[in-house]
């Protein structure tokens, strides 16, 4: 009988979860997303924020209720090919693999534009490549060392973030009609800021992608989920109202740091630089916890033949996916030189939407014995999805669907020229 595959250690608690997710989304979304959102609805952002939070609620919910039914590494690709068949398990993680290694690529750019705004190509390039490194072979020491480094981040993050509210709210000059007109943008406009603010909120797909090495899984994933989400819209929802107190809907869209921005205009503007360090820091929380899960669906998908099977290795000292981290590592290395940050914001949108619709119809199958949330859940997450997957700039939309065709075609000549991949528990208990 062939060995099976290698498990992954449970080293992970309910805060460390949490933590991961946070670093995902607070990275991504208060740094990066707000200032495209705002070219394409003004202060119709708000509303945008409030559609993308329910549609990411939804998909939460979907994502949860489903990653205790399989506490496995992989997430949408390990349940869209369990409830749905293979083809929509392995679009799902196709969709997630190449979205999120576009969006690596994009953070590791953020860190080095935040940390360093005057550096050029191809200085700018090799920083960015030397943080994806660094960042590489601290993930291949092991799951708990990354953990630990993104709860020191999200700390400090959380803590700048607080001081710029601060500064807005005490020594700045937040006016109400900063926000006029409201919503500022048509319908469209306010989709697409919805579409775009998405990004920023798909960090607890970090969670579920780290199934297998969580402790307890079917208690704390479905507990992690919600709470890293509901702390991380609460953090969006007050500084997007005082940044667009304070700056203005046409300032926010104009500048790469609105936070940063928005302090440097009020009497404590010496926080500035201080504001400038705690984006850069955020972006590399997200960045760490992005290539986690990345590498992790990538372990799922060489599993089953749909990548080289030695991806799948597990290191026997420090049990995480070390030819998977290194693997994506040099994927976004690559990336880095040719990466836009704010077209890869709306291309990774695109992919992680496809990736949710399939999540939530993998959750609508459930039934009531495998605790399935009301009918209507997954339902307003999969049109939620499909609307603000089409409503994002065209550039995006086309170009998300051209990566994920060619997913398409790659399953299809593999399936019929080539090895049958194994798709299901059994097959893995067999190998």
């Not at 449970?10 to 208060?30: E, Y």
């Not at 702390?231 to 005082?242: E, K, Q, T």
């Not at 999969?382 to 994920?404: D, K, M, R």
Request: glycine share 10%; net charge positive.
């Amino acid at each position: 009988m062939t060995p099976g595959p290698t498990p992954l250690a449970r080293r992970l608690g309910t805060f460390d979860a949490v933590t991961i997710g946070l670093g995902s989304m607070i990275g991504a979304g208060v740094f990066v997303a707000f200032a495209p959102a705002a070219a394409a609805a003004g202060s119709g952002l708000l509303l945008g924020l409030a559609l993308a939070a329910v549609v990411a609620y939804c998909n939460a919910t979907s994502s949860a209720r489903l990653a205790a039914c399989y506490p496995s590494s992989g997430g949408t690709y390990v349940y869209g090919r369990e409830r749905l068949g293979e083809f929509w398990g392995y679009l799902a993680g196709w969709g997630f693999v190449v979205g999120k290694t576009a969006s690596c690529a994009a953070m590791a750019l953020a860190v080095v534009s935040y940390a360093a705004p005057g550096v050029e190509r191809p200085w700018r390039t090799l920083l960015a490549v030397g943080v994806v490194a660094a960042l590489t072979a601290l993930n291949y020491r092991g799951v708990r060392r990354s953990a630990l480094a993104t709860k020191v981040i999200v700390t400090i993050t959380l803590l700048v973030l607080t001081s710029a509210v601060l500064a807005i709210v005490f020594a700045g000059d937040p006016a109400g009609g900063n926000l006029a007109p409201f919503p500022g943008g048509d319908a469209g406009g306010v989709l697409q800021a919805a579409g775009l603010l998405f990004f920023a909120f798909a960090g607890y797909a970090r969670i579920a992608t780290l199934g297998e090495e969580v402790r307890d899984p079917e208690r704390t994933i479905p507990r992690a989920i919600p709470l890293a989400l509901g702390i991380a819209l609460a953090v969006y929802a007050v500084l997007a109202v005082v940044v667009l107190l304070q700056a203005g809907p046409q300032k926010l869209a104009a500048v790469a740091d609105p936070v940063a921005a928005a302090v440097a205009s009020t009497d404590w503007s010496a926080l500035t630089p201080v504001v400038r360090v705690g984006a850069a820091l955020a972006a590399l929380g997200a960045l760490l916890a992005l290539v986690l899960g990345v590498s992790r669906t990538t372990l799922a998908m060489a599993r089953d033949g749909h990548l080289p099977r030695t991806l799948a290795a597990v290191h026997p000292r420090t049990g995480v996916p070390h030819h998977a981290e290194l693997a994506v590592g040099v994927a976004v290395a690559v990336l880095v030189s040719v990466a836009d940050l704010r077209g890869a914001i709306g291309f990774s949108s695109f992919a992680v939407l496809v990736y949710y619709a399939i999540a939530n119809a993998s959750a609508f199958t459930l039934t009531a014995r495998e605790n399935r949330a009301p009918r209507a859940v997954p339902v307003i997450g999969l049109i939620g999805c499909v609307v603000l997957a089409l409503s994002l700039p065209t550039s995006s939309v086309i170009a998300g669907a051209a990566v994920l065709a060619a997913g398409v075609l790659t399953y299809t000549l593999r399936t019929r020229f080539g090895a049958p991949a194994s798709t299901t528990k059994q097959d893995h208990d067999r190998r």
